[in-house]
């Protein structure tokens, strides 16, 4: 066969510059159209804990019976007037005089109150607001108007499902801003220290940058079409994903690109050999992260469901943004992307060292890593193993059954304030009853077993014009009927977002049914308790579920079972780690009160499916080389070539999940550690250092059942790598 030098390869003009100006041009129109949609994600977006129940649900059931009592969907907003002493007459009627003025605002139907506390230093009011309104603006219109009319020396604080709704919202404000603008600057950083360039790292950011306009155009048609209900968690995870896996991917082809810059002059036939040598990695690693997202559709909480496709769309972009735009970039630029320190091209003659350890061609970090890991492997694994295991125990502190949602934003909150006000001075669940269906021929023993459940402090049924039948002189003794049921409000002493409330709910739900098997309990705190139960299972069912389909993705793209089976392994013990860890800090170091019941979920689907990615990165590196080397020296030469490339794409993805922290939302915080510090364990504890010693110490047969795995094979690599009989003269031994 004849040869051809370098700077002889000849690639068509079309393929040159008509192909990557085409794909260049359609992203600038993806972005183009997709970047103005950024903004308008709140208007798919809806952060209502309700609507992410399961149909299944108790709390749903209630819901849909509780809207037939009402004329329209409304928000409970609670008013909350204090005074560092009893209030004073004219005080009192100061109050009295407020409801005039909060009624002309027009926020829903009739406004209840003032309802004086116990111990006369304070009164609240019951504010019903639209939900069809901006529920945002007219809470701080609320805010506005209490605080410029209270009398004199009263503090006030609008609270209540709609007030924590309001400030939730205005705690996820940085999602669309702050949040893209630090994680891209994070990226940008590594980038410059990875690279030393100064065109590469903004060719990277662009490609993430496209990547993510893609998806939030697709993710915004799903939204509009009511395929998927999009919360401002999943909107913060997306942006986060999507940059960190684009970047991911970019890394892993420039790698390739470079090295194909010191075999030909050719810009356009290195693109082509760099995008042949990642192709199949990436596609695996991309799809394996998509099928598992995708698995999430298998839960039977719809906020969990809905992140799935939300997420997978995000990385569907990411794979095209990585094997179309950044290619085309690279085929352009060529060298000039890596100035100042462009690749220079190596003669045929010192391209690919002859291989006996694996080990030759290398320096620095990974050659010292490699050679730890040839002595010693089985000591190397197994003391990783034994510092995971000891990580993981701090599993059992974890307390993963959900939060108050008072605790759950973590800035400064009028509403959550308020809260602690109410309970104070009032039944801590004023404003945000539980909800008591019943049948209308039990109606009043339903209502007995409700007043004799502990935790509740007053109930009463609802009659006409949602008047409660109180028993009192001109109140109405006829319960509003609905379909042949009633319902009944029960005040609750606890606040209804604490897990004291979850517990009253509980028992109410115990003593009710023994009355009327088909009543049902909902409201707010049942809403909350069914969100806590529905997600736990969900954990239970998603997770072998997620394990099996990344396990046979590896099989196919490995052709082994051994290797898979140990990858598999190796990150759920990683996550286990993640998650001990995680659980430390939480408790002790940030103080938090315990997590959102959906953190264990996310956190595996996040750290499994990307850990995975680092692995797929490796092994498929490591089984190229030893088709050519044999096993045990493709094992480190494959851990020598991609350890600076995982290493710096492990960094980037740790530190644009890390980007999340600035939302002050307890769920995405410790979302953001988790991530964060179980990718980067996995990147320079499980990648580096276990995978590579398991694999070295169980040598040929890690490829079983494959023909990759016969000795006889191996030693024929070998042979052919370095021209005479297996030399290994760091692991011969443990042949």
């Known amino acids: 066969m004849k040869s051809?030098?370098?700077?002889?390869?000849?690639?068509?003009?079309?393929?040159?510059?008509?192909?990557?100006?085409?794909?260049?041009?359609?992203?600038?129109?993806?972005?183009?159209?997709?970047?103005?949609?950024?903004?308008?994600?709140d208007e798919v977006s809806s952060n209502d804990q309700a609507s992410f129940l399961p149909a299944s649900a108790e709390a749903t059931a209630a819901q849909d019976w509780q809207s037939k009592f009402r004329d329209s969907d409304e928000v409970p907003g609670v008013i909350v007037l204090e005074g560092d002493q009893p209030l004073s007459p004219t005080q009192l009627a100061g109050a009295a005089a407020l409801r005039a003025e909060l009624e002309g605002l027009q926020a829903g139907s009739a406004v209840i109150g003032p309802i004086p506390s116990e111990d006369g230093r304070a009164v609240q009011f019951?504010?019903?607001?639209?939900?069809?309104?901006?529920?945002?603006?007219?809470?701080q219109e609320l805010r506005d108007t209490v605080a410029e009319s209270a009398p004199e020396g009263i503090k006030t604080y609008v609270t209540g499902p709609a007030g924590l709704a309001a400030d939730l919202t205005a705690a996820f404000a940085g999602i669309d801003g702050i949040l893209l603008l630090v994680a891209l600057g994070a990226v940008f950083v590594i980038l410059l220290v990875v690279y030393r360039s100064l065109l590469l790292p903004i060719v990277v950011l662009l490609t993430s940058v496209f990547a993510l306009c893609a998806a939030i155009l697709l993710v915004f048609g799903m939204a509009k079409a009511g395929w998927i209900q999009l919360n401002g968690q999943s909107q913060g995870i997306l942006s986060i994903l999507v940059i960190g896996a684009a970047t991911d991917y970019a890394l892993l082809f420039v790698a390739r690109f470079r090295e194909a810059l010191t075999r030909t002059t050719n810009r356009t036939a290195a693109v082509l050999k760099a995008w042949k040598a990642s192709f199949e990695p990436i596609l695996a690693s991309g799809a394996t992260v998509i099928i598992a997202l995708l698995c999430l559709l298998f839960s039977d909480l719809n906020s969990n469901k809905a992140l799935g496709p939300v997420?997978?769309?995000?990385?569907?972009?990411?794979?095209?943004?990585?094997?179309?735009?950044?290619?085309?970039?690279?085929?352009?630029l060529g060298r000039a992307a890596f100035w100042p320190f462009r690749p220079k091209l190596v003669p045929a003659d010192q391209r690919e060292p002859e291989l006996v350890t694996g080990l030759e061609g290398q320096k620095g970090l990974w050659r010292a890593t490699g050679s730890l890991v040839s002595r010693r492997p089985r000591a190397v694994w197994v003391a990783s193993v034994l510092l995971l295991v000891v990580a993981a125990g701090g599993l059992l502190q974890l307390k993963a059954n959900g939060v108050p949602q008072t605790d759950v934003i973590l800035t400064a909150s009028n509403a959550v304030d308020g809260q602690e006000a109410l309970a104070r001075h009032f039944d801590a669940g004023s404003g945000s009853p539980a909800v008591v269906i019943?049948?209308?021929?039990?109606?009043?023993?339903?209502?007995?077993?409700?007043?004799a459940a502990d935790g509740v402090g007053e109930a009463y049924l609802l009659a006409q014009g949602s008047v409660p039948i109180t028993g009192a002189p001109g109140a109405p003794t006829a319960p509003d009927v609905r379909d042949g049921k009633?319902?009944?409000?029960?005040?609750?002493?606890n606040a209804a977002d604490s897990l004291e409330a979850e517990e009253t709910v509980k028992a109410l739900r115990e003593n009710v049914?023994?009355?009327?098997?088909?009543?049902?309990?909902?409201?707010?705190?049942?809403?909350?308790?069914?969100?806590?139960?529905?997600?736990q299972r969900d954990l239970v069912i998603i997770i072998p579920v997620v394990l099996t389909v990344i396990l046979l993705i590896l099989m196919l793209l490995l052709r082994s079972v051994v290797a898979p089976v140990l990858?598999?392994?190796?990150?759920?013990?990683?996550?286990?780690?993640?998650?001990?860890?995680?659980?430390?800090?939480?408790?002790?170091?940030?103080?938090?009160?315990?997590?959102?019941?959906?953190?264990?979920l996310f956190g595996f689907v996040f750290l499994v499916a990307l850990g995975v990615d680092y692995n797929i990165f490796l092994m498929s590196r490591v089984r190229e080389e030893s088709l050519k080397h044999g096993t045990r020296p493709g094992i480190l030469r494959?851990?020598?070539?991609?350890?600076?490339?995982?290493?710096?794409?492990?960094?980037?993805?740790?530190?644009?999940?890390?980007?999340?922290?600035?939302?002050?939302?307890?769920?995405?915080?410790?979302?953001?550690?988790?991530?964060?510090?179980?990718?980067?364990?996995?990147?320079?504890?499980?990648?580096?250092?276990?995978?590579?010693?398991?694999?070295?110490?169980?040598?040929?047969?890690i490829w079983w059942p494959g023909k990759l795995g016969l000795p006889e094979l191996d030693a024929a690599a070998q042979r052919d790598s370095s021209g005479s009989p297996e030399t290994d003269i760091e692991g011969a031994g443990r042949r």
Request: aromatic fraction near 6%; include cysteine; charged fraction near 10%.
């Open 486 to 493: 009633v319902l009944i409000n029960a005040t609750l002493n």
């Open 311 to 332: 997420a997978a769309a995000g990385i569907l972009c990411s794979l095209f943004a990585a094997l179309t735009l950044l290619p085309a970039l690279m085929a352009l």
């Open 567 to 600: 990858l598999v392994l190796s990150v759920v013990l990683s996550y286990a780690a993640a998650m001990g860890v995680s659980a430390f800090v939480f408790n002790n170091i940030l103080g938090f009160p315990g997590a959102d019941a959906t953190v264990p």
């Open 4 to 41: 051809h030098s370098p700077a002889k390869e000849r690639v068509p003009f079309w393929l040159r510059w008509l192909v990557p100006v085409i794909l260049v041009l359609a992203w600038l129109a993806l972005a183009g159209a997709g970047g103005p949609t950024f903004g308008r994600l």
């Open 638 to 701: 494959g851990l020598g070539v991609t350890g600076g490339v995982i290493t710096s794409a492990g960094v980037v993805l740790a530190a644009t999940f890390a980007a999340l922290g600035v939302i002050p939302i307890m769920f995405l915080v410790q979302l953001a550690f988790i991530v964060a510090f179980g990718v980067l364990l996995d990147t320079v504890l499980v990648r580096s250092l276990l995978v590579p010693a398991l694999a070295y110490d169980i040598g040929p047969r």
């Open 438 to 451: 019943a049948d209308q021929g039990k109606a009043q023993e339903v209502l007995d077993a409700v007043k």
């Open 126 to 139: 019951i504010v019903p607001i639209n939900s069809s309104k901006e529920v945002k603006e007219v809470v």
């Open 513 to 535: 049914k023994s009355v009327d098997t088909g009543a049902l309990v909902g409201g707010v705190t049942a809403t909350a308790l069914d969100t806590n139960t529905t997600a």
